[in-house]
């Protein structure tokens, strides 16, 4: 009888371990603060083991040899039109190419250069009203818009005077979101308390409203005497949703606030973060990406010493590293990726801008409940969440860049409560 008792046993654990599970509750806490709800959140998601959303790829675009129109120089961003035909902004050769939903390649739109339609330092685009296509381009100082077939359609003017556009996103109905940041000459006085703005604006460059204003991010120190380089110093993180919410947050906590359309803070969404510190392979691993991004840039090897005395550090990571609006209301939250967890042969092709971001994603429901940890592939980063649809940039081991696209696989259900 011994096996059947053992058999028996088994099964009810499983069972009750089922039942755990089907009735795990959230275990955070809303209160509220002056008409505020707080959603204090601890490190326990709702999802059970089967809900946990995974990630499929479906579409890989990219080679490193053979038709060029495949190969890539650096991606800097996509865009995804209402058939699902995709485009991949190339910053390195100042070109768009297009590719149908199932990766065939269609045209190549722009070039480089100052003309109508032409491109300088364009490094986002944003698909507008039917289907245009909105380009910034800070060197042209101008959007550019393309027509649906890729003729150019006009372009409106950027107000650099204003400030210089860090960061640029979009709503899918080509609302345009700017993250504007005054900014001082190197040798002129450094401003006192600059202040950044996002600006909302309509897809033929209306002005529609400033969102919020905020103490610049420390990053980047271009006033006074000696310019400053502060790796890992706080900054300013943000999205803009469809609804025209804004989730923002400063990430030296892990505190991301919901603001309406009218500007009005309506949320705060907190998790438990504990600091990591910056470790000397930290350090190294920044400063020898540094350093052969100056020499790639022909930075004569001898300026290099002073080139790294006016790059610091902070004493630890920040709490989080990017946001994103994913479906049903979510919101995702990109962990930080400290150098020094990483394997030697990842280490030798650290890319900073690459890899600060880690492969987890905390997401929260658009209530800000924490649901659970979904992990990206290795080398991938996200740029345009559709509905189940990821779009983003893949490396090989070679560093060569694809656009893949995953599909999001579990019931989207479980992204609500």
Request: charged share 20%; with cysteine.
């Amino acid at each position: 009888m011994r096996p059947y008792r053992t058999c028996a046993l088994a099964l009810l654990a499983l069972l009750a371990a089922a039942c755990g599970e089907a009735d795990r509750q959230w275990a955070g806490s809303v209160t509220d603060s002056a008409g505020i709800a707080v959603v204090s959140n601890t490190a326990d998601g709702i999802w059970s083991s089967s809900d946990v959303w995974t990630l499929e790829e479906e579409l890989r675009i990219g080679t490193l040899e053979g038709d060029p129109e495949y190969q890539f120089g650096q991606i800097s961003w996509l865009a995804v039109d209402a058939e699902g035909a995709i485009y991949v902004l190339d910053s390195q050769a100042q070109h768009i190419q297009v590719y149908s939903p199932e990766g065939e390649y269609r045209q190549t739109i722009g070039q480089r250069g100052g003309g109508p339609g032409e491109l300088q330092q364009a490094g986002f685009l944003f698909m507008g009203p039917g289907d245009t296509l909105l380009v910034p381009d800070i060197g042209n100082r101008r959007v550019n818009r393309y027509a649906p077939d890729g003729s150019s359609a006009g372009s409106f003017n950027l107000a650099l005077e204003q400030g210089l556009p860090l960061l640029f996103k979009a709503t899918s109905t080509g609302i345009i979101a700017e993250q504007v940041r005054p900014f001082s000459l190197p040798g002129q006085p450094a401003l006192e308390n600059p202040q950044d703005a996002i600006v909302l604006l309509e897809p033929d460059g209306t002005i529609i409203d400033t969102v919020k204003t905020f103490p610049s991010g420390g990053t980047f120190s271009l006033g006074g005497p000696t310019p400053e380089i502060n790796i890992y110093s706080a900054e300013p993180i943000w999205e803009i949703t469809d609804e025209l919410q804004l989730l923002y947050g400063v990430n030296d906590t892990y505190r991301i606030g919901v603001y309406s359309s009218d500007g009005s803070l309506e949320r705060v969404v907190t998790m438990p973060s504990e600091p990591k510190p910056v470790t000397d392979t930290d350090r190294d691993a920044v400063m020898g990406y540094l350093e052969q991004t100056w020499l790639d840039a022909g930075v004569p090897a001898q300026t290099l010493p002073q080139l790294k005395s006016i790059v610091h550090f902070a004493e630890t990571f920040p709490a989080f590293s990017f946001i994103s609006s994913g479906p049903v209301g979510t919101i995702w939250v990109q962990h930080v990726q400290p150098a020094s967890e990483l394997t030697e042969e990842e280490l030798e092709s650290y890319d900073l801008l690459q890899d600060a971001g880690a492969r987890d994603w905390d997401v929260f429901d658009a209530e800000g409940k924490f649901l659970g940890v979904v992990s990206m592939p290795p080398r991938f980063a996200p740029r345009v969440f559709i509905n189940d649809r990821i779009y983003g940039v893949w490396r090989d081991e070679l560093d060569v860049q694809h656009m893949v696209r995953l599909r999001i696989v579990g019931d989207l259900s479980t992204g609500t409560t």
